[in-house]
C-alpha cells in the first residue's frame, strides 16, 4: 500500500487530499511508475482520469460502471489477481480509506508518508499494529517554500 497520512490519521476531506504537498505526490508517482495501481472508485472519481504510465484498476460493486482508460474489478482480490495474472511483482493499493482498511490484511509493505500535522476529515487510515509493522526505512524531511508541513517518508514491512 501506499498512503500519505497525517498525525492523526486523516488521508481525505471532502472527497480530495486535504494538503498540498507536492515532494510526496512526486515519490508517489515515481514509486507506483510502470505498475499496477488499485484504487476504490470514489479516489479514482477525486483523480478525475486515469494515472499515466501505470495499469489502474478501479475498485467498484456496481456491476455496469465504466470508465475510459482503467480495468475495473468488484472486489480488492479480484483486482490483485488481475495484476497478478498480468505478471505485476509490486502492486500498489494506493487508497481510500475502504481498500487501506481491507488491504492492511493482504498487504505485505506500506510506504507510509506522515504529514506531521493535524487535519480535519472524514476519511482515515486504518490503525495498524505497531507489533506487527515494523519501520524498515525513514527519511525526515522539514517544511519548506513547497511542501508547508514537515513530513516523514516511511516504509513498513510485516512482520512474519
Ligand atoms: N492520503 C492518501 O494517501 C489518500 C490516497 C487515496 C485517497 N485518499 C482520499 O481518500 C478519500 C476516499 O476514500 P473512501 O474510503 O471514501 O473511498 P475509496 O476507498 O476510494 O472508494 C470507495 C468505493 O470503492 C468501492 N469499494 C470499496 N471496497 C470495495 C470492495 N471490497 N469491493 C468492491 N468495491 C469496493 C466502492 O465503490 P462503489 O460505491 O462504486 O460500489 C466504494 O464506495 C478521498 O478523500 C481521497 O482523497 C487519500
Redesign the pocket.
Known amino acids: 500500500m501506499?498512503?500519505?497520512?497525517a498525525r492523526n490519521y486523516t488521508?481525505?476531506?471532502?472527497?480530495?487530499?486535504p494538503w498540498e504537498m507536492p515532494t510526496d505526490m512526486h515519490f508517489f508517482m515515481k514509486t507506483t511508475r510502470g505498475h499496477h495501481v488499485i484504487?476504490?472508485?470514489?479516489?479514482?472519481e477525486?483523480i478525475g482520469k486515469p494515472l499515466q504510465g501505470r495499469t489502474n484498476i478501479v475498485?467498484?460493486?456496481?456491476a455496469s460502471?465504466q470508465a475510459n482508460g482503467v480495468c475495473i474489478?468488484?472486489?480488492?482480490d479480484e483486482a490483485l489477481a488481475l495484476a497478478r495474472q498480468n505478471g505485476e511483482t509490486e502492486v500498489f493499493i494506493?487508497?481510500?480509506?475502504?481498500?487501506?482498511t481491507?488491504g492492511l490484511q493482504k498487504a505485505d509493505k506500506i510506504y507510509l508518508t506522515w504529514i506531521h500535522a493535524d487535519f480535519e476529515?472524514?476519511?482515515h487510515?486504518p490503525r495498524f499494529d505497531p507489533k506487527q509493522w515494523h519501520e524498515i526505512e525513514r527519511t525526515d524531511c522539514a517544511s519548506d517554500a513547497e511542501n508547508p508541513y514537515p513530513y516523514s517518508f516511511t516504509t513498513l514491512a510485516k512482520a512474519h
Not at 501506499?2 to 497520512?5: K, M, P, Q, S, Y
Not at 484504487?39 to 479514482?44: H, L, T, V
Not at 475498485?59 to 456496481?62: G, K, L, P, S, Y
Open positions: 501506499i498512503a500519505a497520512v488521508i481525505g476531506a471532502g472527497n480530495s487530499l484504487m476504490g472508485r470514489k479516489s479514482f477525486d475498485v467498484t460493486r456496481q460502471y474489478a468488484h472486489s480488492l494506493i487508497g481510500g480509506e475502504n481498500l487501506f481491507e476529515g472524514d476519511t487510515f
